[in-house]
């Protein structure tokens, strides 16, 4: 039974937990420590001055299902992932029997487990690789890539119509993309697999009996460019280094070269002769001579030439395994089966039918502590904890040994610790630095000890990397792999295989959010449970919303959707309800065309731009009618429609107004529109208007003004025609009537006011100023003359004096008899005439007035005013 015990995967009690090793400073009840774990050093080999050591990691039983690897090409990807076997269509294959119509490509666990088994319908595979996300890319003949995940699922593109009619020889991938060698010779490149844009590189220039005999890339990350480079070995004896812009001949003499490889720090290459036998390391831009090896096998096969790590060059023969170090020494490991290298950044795993091992140099903190006769601190503080454990005083001794440097001590012991692969060693290291650190807290007074985040990073990390290298799970991922991976994309690698529970306890440990995980359960779940709906969405509703297990952060959206794909639409419709963000609801629910629910959704979210997205959806999808009666049952929708249409949409406005029996609102939207139409359209929506404020008793004044803004419209038109080079239209009435006295057409404007029934008060005041403005001073007193003026004649008095005729003036101010003798004194006062204020006020008796009038005088007027005041004072 499987089981998180202590943050171990196990199957059973024998798998023990790292523990919690930060315990008190000394112990009298501690058992002896025991001595059955073997020595480190016996996997070590040593190559020139450093170690190297070779772990098996796993025993493989795929020769059950019948697989021999030299009938295989065989990828891996990197950071201990998955590994595809294609067969070798270049080897004999062994007839089983029955065998499948069609060719497959197995898909298997770094421990030899089954992940998947991918059909295959397209034409010969020319390459496979891996990218970061462990998706499996493989790529054709004829250039059709396709990038599977380990569920099976895949996208496809392809490489162009080049590849398409020259095929493809072979490829090179790195993280992110690939490059195809096509058959004329020519390089294409994709940088990225999610937006795969095909790129020829630029041409390496063979001449028609040239050929290329091997050849690697650079990946951008290593080159100045930042794109990617090839390295391309060629039958002449030299190599070509191409990129997007150029392809420069290195000159060199030392080929023709079998194999090219390339360091994964991208500083170094090695180039094999296979016919002479010979390699030659050299830096990537080809201007440094590192080292020669001569492996004495001149002609011999060489399967494969990888490095392990940035350190040495692995060669593989026929069952043999040589590493070539910077100086030409070498180790020899002998097997019996063919072994297929998959090279990491640490190392390289050397897969053969029966075992699964990683070879790589010892890391120095693991050589510090173990070496044989180290003298490094770290190695004293292994041996203080194993005299602590048998209680013998040496221990204390040790410690105090090696007080000075016991910080560096511990951090050597952490690190060798992640870097070891033995639990019981890792368990015994982290003893001893915990040991170390609580002398080191003692010295601080509890203060604390800077690398204790370390120390307990590493505990937890210890916990998930040995969870994951467990057998079932089968990911050999090292310490030196994980850093670079990230526990992000270990935690996706967990959940590709469908190891939600090993997942979520991973996350937990690290402390990292675990919504993507409970997400990925529920979609997996609808994807392959076999049970009805209610029960799938009750199991799904319970994990995700009750008890402990509970997230409140999880999003339901994406699993609803995953049910939608299924064709479970009412199982998503339920989960979809589960949601508390409208914004993520909305859409979902408008793919699964549930448009009347979309619309409440984002109704009661209250989010008006959310609204507003589904009523443009829906407006695009439905008829006028449709929709409208769609959004009737939600005022708040009808609100926003009718916002929208007022401001951006005219007709939309009139077809809303006509569909919700709004005729007043419909009548005054046309008559707004009909402010910018030209004649002819303005006066039938004015008719059109007209005939909707007809249907309401409550209107009867605007069907009134319509109908006399008609008759003016038109009288305006038979004008213009009438009186050429002058424009009436838009004026208003009075505006009209002005004119046309302005223009001397007073028969026009009286008949015009006639017509209107134009007040007798407005007309006079528009003939007032018309005549006053044509300054028409004659028959502005024929006019005055005509009858009694019903605005009185003030208004004369003030227009003349506007237009600056301060005689005309004087002329209407003796009319002025509704005015009083005061007010009449004024406005002679307004026109500097103080003889006439004078006279009038002399007719009044107004002593007083003629005193203040006096002072502002000169002249005769100033003599008639003394005349007066002297009279009116001797009575």
């Not at 790129?199 to 990350?221: C, F, K, Q, V, Y």
Request: overall charge negative; proline content about 3%; aromatic content about 8%.
């Amino acid at each position: 039974m499987r089981a998180w015990t202590s943050g171990f995967y196990c199957t059973s009690n024998s798998c023990s937990s790292i523990v919690d090793v930060s315990q008190s400073r000394h112990s009298t009840t501690m058992a002896p420590l025991t001595t059955d774990l073997p020595h480190p050093t016996t996997q070590w080999s040593l190559l020139q001055e450093r170690f190297y050591r070779k772990v098996e990691k796993y025993t493989l039983d795929w020769h059950q299902d019948g697989i021999d690897l030299d009938e295989y090409q065989v990828v891996g990807a990197s950071c201990g992932g998955a590994i595809a076997l294609i067969r070798d269509e270049n080897r004999i294959q062994n007839y089983t029997g029955k065998t499948a119509t069609r060719p497959a490509v197995l898909v298997y666990s770094a421990s030899g487990r089954l992940i998947r088994k991918i059909q295959w319908d397209k034409s010969r595979i020319r390459g496979a690789g891996w990218s970061d996300s462990e998706s499996l890319i493989l790529v054709t003949e004829t250039g059709i890539v396709r990038c599977y995940d380990l569920s099976g699922d895949f996208s496809q593109f392809n490489l162009g119509k080049d590849a398409e009619d020259n095929l493809i020889l072979s490829v090179r991938f790195w993280s992110r993309g690939l490059v195809a060698l096509l058959g004329n010779n020519r390089l294409t490149s994709i940088s990225r697999y999610d937006e795969p844009r095909p790129r020829l590189l630029a041409s390496p220039g063979l001449s028609p009996d040239a050929s290329i005999t091997a050849w690697s890339i650079l990946p951008p990350e290593h080159t100045l460019s930042r794109h990617v480079e090839c390295l391309l070995a060629t039958n002449g004896g030299s190599v070509l280094v191409a990129d997007a812009i150029e392809s420069q001949d290195q000159m060199l003499t030392q080929g023709p070269f079998s194999h090219v490889a390339v360091s994964p720090d991208g500083a170094f290459v090695a180039l094999y002769n296979q016919r002479k036998g010979k390699m030659w390391v050299v830096s990537a831009d080809f201007q440094r001579s590192l080292s020669e090896w001569e492996s004495g096998r001149a002609g011999e096969e060489v399967r494969e030439v990888v490095w392990c790590g940035n350190d040495a060059v692995v060669v593989t023969f026929e069952g043999e395994v040589v590493v070539v170090g910077p100086s030409g020494g070498v180790l020899t490991y002998y097997y019996d089966s063919t072994p297929h290298l998959l090279p990491e950044i640490d190392g390289v795993s050397i897969l053969t039918t029966e075992h699964y091992e990683l070879l790589h140099r010892v890391p120095d903190s693991t050589a510090a502590v173990f070496s044989i006769g180290s003298t490094h601190p770290s190695s004293t503080l292994l041996d203080a904890l194993t005299h602590l454990h048998n209680s013998a005083p040496q221990a204390d001794a040790a410690i105090q040994l090696i007080r000075p440097s016991l910080a560096e001590a511990v951090d050597t012991c952490v690190k060798a610790a992640g870097v070891e692969w033995d639990v019981g060693w890792q368990k015994r290291l982290l003893e001893a630095a915990g040991f170390g650190k609580s002398y080191l807290e003692g010295e601080l007074g509890g203060a604390g000890w800077a690398g204790v985040e370390e120390f307990v990073g590493m505990c937890e990390a210890l916990r998930v990397l040995n969870a994951v290298r467990y057998y079932e799970i089968g990911i050999p991922i090292s310490w030196e792999q994980y850093q670079r991976l990230g526990p992000e994309m270990l935690i996706e690698r967990l959940l590709a295989r469908r190891q939600h529970f090993l997942a979520l306890k991973v996350a937990e440990s690290l402390h990292l959010s675990t919504e993507a995980i409970y997400v990925h359960w529920a979609c997996t779940k609808i994807r392959h449970s076999s049970a009805d709906e209610d029960e799938i969405a009750h199991t799904i509703i319970t994990k995700l919303t009750q008890g402990k297990s509970g997230r409140r952060g999880v999003s339901f959206d994406e699993i609803a959707r995953t049910a939608y794909e299924e064709g479970r639409v009412g199982l998503a419709t339920r989960l979809l309800d589960h949601e508390p963000r409208a914004g993520r609801q909305v859409p979902l629910l408008l793919s699964m065309e549930e448009d009347r629910g979309a619309l409440g959704k984002a109704v009661e979210s209250g989010d008006t731009d959310l609204v507003y997205f589904v009523l443009l959806h829906l407006k695009r999808k439905y008829s006028l009618a449709e929709f409208f009666r769609l959004i009737s049952a939600f005022p708040i929708a009808m609100d926003l429609v009718e916002n929208y249409a007022r401001e951006q949409d005219v007709e939309l406005l009139k077809d809303f107004y006509y569909q919700d029996d709004r005729r007043v609102d419909s009548a005054n939207v046309i008559l707004r529109e009909s402010l910018e139409q030209d004649l002819r359209s303005r006066l039938d929506k004015l008719d059109l208007s007209m005939k909707l404020y007809q249907e309401s008793k409550e209107h009867v004044f605007e069907v009134k003004a319509l109908q006399e803004s008609a008759r003016l419209l038109t009288i305006q038109e038979s004008l213009e025609k009438d009186i050429q080079d002058e424009k009436f239209l838009n004026l208003s009435i009075s505006d009209t009537i002005f004119k046309l006295i302005e223009l001397s057409q007073p028969s026009k404007a009286d008949k015009l006011r006639k017509e209107f029934k134009v007040p007798d008060a407005r007309f006079w005041w528009i003939k007032i100023r018309a005549l006053v403005k044509n300054r028409d001073w004659h028959e502005l007193e024929q006019f005055a003359k005509s009858k009694k003026s019903p605005i009185g004649y003030e208004p004369f008095v003030n227009e003349c004096i506007a237009s600056g005729n301060n005689t005309q003036a004087a002329a209407y101010i003796a009319r002025c008899s509704n005015l009083t003798s005061r007010q009449r004194v004024e406005l002679y006062v307004k026109i500097n005439d103080y003889k006439g204020a004078g006279q009038d006020a002399f007719k009044a008796r107004d002593l007083l007035m003629l005193q203040e009038l006096r002072p502002k005088a000169q002249g005769s007027a100033a003599r008639e005013l003394d005349s007066w005041i002297a009279q009116l004072s001797t009575k």
